[in-house]
Nanobody, 116 residues
Framework: QVQLVESGGGLVQPGGSLKLSCATSESIFRLNSMGWYRRAPGEERELVATITISGSTIYVDSGKGRFTITRDVAKNTVYLQMNSLKPEDTAVYYC??????????WGQGTLVTVSS
């Protein structure tokens, strides 16, 4: 059983930075991968960034060069550092864990609003 708790969302001005956290209830190395997804107003949910057990990462095209996903194994936590934020980054951001054989688990989401 894995539980995900996101935090770090909030209001930030365009060009600013924000760091999201996703705390897990079990070792990150017991998961196939962890990632961040987002759902913008009126749009479908999309992948923002993922990191696999091997450390490989994938980013949404619009986030490349601006977003960085990292992990702290000791804290069982995955982070999403977002720099140079744009209004179009405004969305609810969700943490996702992919468990071997056991399927996926989603967090409750944290709202990121980029506005001046």
């Amino acid at each position: 059983q894995v539980q995900l708790v996101e935090s770090g969302g909030g209001l930030v001005q365009p060009g600013g930075s924000l760091k999201l956290s996703c705390a897990t209830s079990e070792s990150i190395f017991r998961l196939n991968s962890m990632g961040w997804y987002r759902r913008a107003p009126g749009e479908e949910r999309e992948l923002v960034a993922t990191i696999t057990i091997s450390g490989s990462t994938i980013y949404v095209d619009s986030g490349k060069g601006r977003f960085t996903i990292t992990r702290d194994v000791a804290k069982n936590t995955v982070y999403l550092q977002m720099n140079s934020l744009k209004p179009e980054d405004t969305a609810v951001y969700y943490c996702r864990a992919d468990r071997p054989l056991r399927g996926e688990v989603w967090g409750q989401g944290t709202l990121v609003t980029v506005s001046s």
